[in-house]
């Protein structure tokens, strides 16, 4: 089995920044992809930002230019920083991570337990 554990989340003041973390562990041959999601109150989940393991990445229009996601592949670990943030921006954080476990079987998607981030005016 592969947990994935996300770290970061909080209350914050619109305009300053914080960082997400997930770390992947247990039974890891390797993560293709890592992303985060986010999912406000009454809303559905929605991408937030993706990085391959070679480093290719995507963003919600809605976070371009204001978050930025990276990796430690050698720690199976992601990163989002999230700068000037806004009260829309307020939603539980989910990390999503496609790994393979097993030579003989392709990736498979996991998901955190999700981390909140509250921003106030």
């Known amino acids: 089995q592969v947990q994935l554990a996300e770290s970061g989340g909080g209350l914050v003041q619109a305009g300053r920044s914080l960082n997400l973390s997930c770390a992947a562990s247990?039974?890891?041959?390797?993560?293709?992809?890592m992303g985060w999601y986010r999912q406000a109150p009454g809303k559905q989940r929605e991408l937030v930002a993706t990085m391959t393991s070679s480093g290719t990445t995507n963003y919600a229009d809605s976070v371009k230019g204001r978050f930025t996601i990276s990796r430690d592949n050698a720690k199976n670990t992601a990163f989002l920083q999230m700068n000037s943030l806004s009260p829309e921006d307020t939603a539980d954080y989910y990390c999503?991570?496609?790994?393979?476990?097993?030579?003989?079987?392709?990736?498979?998607?996991?998901w955190g337990q999700g981390t909140q981030v509250t921003v106030s005016l």
């Open positions: 247990g039974r890891i041959l390797s993560i293709n992809i």
């Open positions: 999503n991570a496609g790994v393979r476990s097993r030579w003989d079987e392709g990736s498979r998607a996991y």
